[in-house]
């Protein structure tokens, strides 16, 4: 990896979505009207060939970040950079060029695909629109080879199946095929496997890695599973409530994690060895709603260590932990000026 | 814990029927489930495990039928029962928790109603009153703050809502809890608290629950004694322990080796190749043999049996472990 400019970077990127009222409540309201605030201040780059993972639980935010940095949702506020060019900027006809550059795979292949159009077909849509100057034929071979990079071999013989016809996983392996085939720089895959059973799953992602240094692919990879991201990422960011709360390499999340709520997300994940017991307290309850979410540190109702006057009070700013300029930490107790109330720290 | 039997399956066979035939999604299947024990029943998509769930119920719907079989639920043979006498067994006797509450939730009703409903259906004798006051305490023991019993359901979030299926069960004083993924949609700290959950309500109400999940890792953290189904048939039956550590089918080993586990470092994960095959023509003898990287002749031919391996509690349908083709299992790296 050289060190060149990052493929993505985001920087203060929020997004609100307002939350449907009344009109006399919108009257009432003002200015001041409710909104969901899915994106909160994110900031993150991805480095040309990396893998970033991105998890979080449900209504983490994980999946509007994604949309973010394809600009399929615009955001509040914040700059999204696309290999240095602000996608803001963009007018809609070099934002459609941009695209071809940066594709997505989602969960459910049976919802990506045309029930009607063959996968072959499918395949071959986006090079008909990136790709106008080739022929027929020429793009009839990009299928081909595709089919065969991600997979599905012979290729030929699934050119005019349809998507009922094979396996959920050849399913993804279309769609992943169909990101492809218009030679992008990134992929945003969002929960590329959740859908797939066990065996499945580790074809996909040994697929998934194989693909990347054949395409000199970039992925962003947002998941809820957290075993997963062991296999495929490079750099992991935790997120809780819109905000990135923890990032740093594999190594540093996961066997130094240091936000509250990391700990307790990597012990809840359920360990395939019954031998295993739990490291850390699981935290009360369950996350908050977004729309009115708590102040300060967004965690500090169900954190172990919260302090009072402290988290509940001022959010958290992002600091290098230690030394580690890469591993990232959004947490008063942790880094910066109140990190002597650390109880670990006290402990030592 | 006893090892008296709460329900025992005996050679089951449902069928669905298509189009192109009938579909066998659970093949002559015997199993069974000791009281007060979580059973963890395996598998991947397809393989009949709900399927399963549905027929120790009797709810298997057209076009799916038992085709044969026996189902007792101690010394009741369900199979002979007229429907009425079903439905009364149905949440009296075996209690079923399903992957997503609100569809087993009424969106009308209030929690609290669903609770006095249960409570009532066992015991007519309890007042309204004496129902409510049980009910709030019921939801405090499970969590939740008692006067948030007067909401509606979309009003709790996905692992509250979970929670009361559990205390609807708990209301209902159910022998047998058929739990069909409960923590699928949750998410991992919400799941991670409900099995605590689990495990606590089968210590102090002595809950006898058959945990059907793809989720391996959930199997590992709560139950006794697990399952591992395959295309509509099992493949082997074992303590949890024995199931992880010594494990004896193929498939199991191929599953266990391709479930990404948090806690090893530098684990590669195990490709199994092919897919689950399709019922409609499965394979013949093993069905587990096109995929198998140790099949012999013998195992397309014919049909292995569930037989002990080791111990008495340790079950595996394989010809590896048969005395007609006996290979040393240390070949099974």
């Avoid at chain 1, 935790?238 to 905000?243: D, T, V």
């Avoid at chain 1, 359920?270 to 977004?290: F, K, Q, W």
């Avoid at chain 2, 793809?214 to 082997?236: F, K, P, S, W």
Wanted: glycine content about 6%.
């Amino acid at each position: 990896m050289t060190d060149q400019e990052p493929l993505v970077k985001l920087e203060h990127v929020e997004k609100f979505f307002p939350v449907p009222t009344g009109f006399v409540a919108n009257l009432r309201a003002g200015s001041e009207k409710p909104a969901v605030r899915a994106v909160d201040d994110v900031s993150f780059e991805i480095k040309r060939g990396e893998v970033l993972g991105l998890a979080g639980e449900s209504g983490s935010g994980k999946s509007t970040v994604g949309r973010l940095v394809l600009r399929l949702l615009d955001p509040t506020a914040g700059k999204v950079f696309f290999d240095g060019v602000d996608l803001g900027t963009l007018k809609a006809e070099q934002m459609r060029q941009m695209r071809s550059r940066m594709q997505v795979v989602f969960q459910d292949p049976m919802a990506s695909l045309n029930p009607r159009m063959s996968i072959g077909k499918a395949v071959e849509h986006p090079a008909q629109i990136h790709m106008p100057d080739l022929t027929r034929q020429q793009r009839r071979d990009e299928v081909y080879e595709i089919f065969s990079a991600v997979g599905l071999d012979p290729p030929k013989f699934f050119y005019d199946k349809f998507p009922h016809q094979i396996s959920g996983g050849q399913r993804q392996r279309v769609v992943i095929a169909r990101g492809l085939i218009t030679r992008p720089d990134l992929i945003v895959a969002d929960e590329p496997i959740a859908m797939a059973d066990v065996s499945v799953q580790a074809l996909l992602l040994d697929l998934m890695l194989r693909l990347k240094d054949e395409f000199d692919l970039t992925y962003l990879f947002i998941t809820h599973d957290l075993a997963t991201t062991k296999y495929i990422c490079d750099r992991l960011a935790i997120m809780y409530l819109g905000r990135i709360v923890e990032i740093g390499s594999l190594q540093e999340v996961f066997t130094n994690p240091q936000h509250p709520y990391t700990r307790a997300l990597l012990s809840a994940v359920p360990v395939p060895d019954p031998r295993h017991r739990r490291t850390a307290p699981l935290p009360r309850g369950e996350i908050p709603s977004p729309i009115n979410p708590p102040a300060g540190c967004h965690f500090h109702p169900r954190c172990p260590i919260a302090q009072e006057g402290i988290c509940d009070v001022e959010v958290p700013e992002f600091l290098a932990y230690k030394d580690e300029t890469s591993h990232l930490i959004s947490c008063h107790l942790r880094t910066g000026a109140y990190q002597n109330l650390d109880p670990d720290r006290q402990l030592a | 814990m006893t090892s008296e039997v709460l329900y025992s399956i005996r050679n089951l066979d449902v069928e669905y029927d298509t189009r192109h035939g009938g579909v066998r999604a659970v093949d002559d299947l015997s199993l069974d489930i000791r009281k007060g024990e979580i059973l963890g029943l395996v598998g991947e998509s397809g393989c009949g495990k709900s399927t399963l769930g549905k027929a120790m119920m009797r709810t298997i719907t057209t076009p799916g039928h038992i085709l044969g079989g026996e189902l007792w639920l101690e010394d009741v043979d369900l199979m002979t029962l007229s429907e009425k006498q079903m439905s009364g067994i149905r949440g009296n006797e075996i209690g079923m928790v399903f992957q997503d509450p609100m569809t087993s939730l009424n969106p009308l009703m209030k929690i609290v109603d669903h609770l006095v409903e249960a409570i009532r259906a066992h015991n007519k004798n309890v007042s309204e009153q004496a129902a409510r006051a049980r009910a709030m305490e019921m939801v405090k023991d499970l969590g939740i703050r008692s006067e948030r019993i007067d909401d509606y359901p979309h009003q709790f979030s996905g692992g509250m809502r979970q929670r009361i299926m559990i205390a609807l069960v708990l209301a209902l004083n159910a022998k047998l809890v058929i739990a069909d993924e409960p923590t699928t949609a949750l998410d991992v700290i919400v799941e991670a608290q409900f099995l605590d959950l689990l495990r606590g309500l089968r210590q102090e109400f002595e809950l006898t629950i058959l945990l059907i999940t793809h989720n391996i890792g959930v199997v590992a953290e709560v139950a006794d004694r697990v399952a591992v189904m395959y295309a509509g048939r099992l493949a082997e039956t074992a303590p949890v322990e024995a199931l992880f550590l010594d494990t004896k089918h193929p498939y199991s080993r191929g599953l266990l080796k391709s479930v990404p586990n948090i806690d090893v470092d530098h684990q590669e994960l195990y490709k199994m190749e092919g897919a689950p095959p399709n019922l409609i023509a499965p394979p013949s003898g093993c069905r587990f043999h096109p995929r198998c990287p140790y099949a012999v002749d013998l195992c397309s031919a014919e049909q292995p049996k569930l037989l002990a391996v080791t111990g008495d509690d340790h079950h595996a349908a394989c010809w590896i472990y048969s005395d007609r083709e006996s290979r040393p299992v240390e070949s099974l790296a």
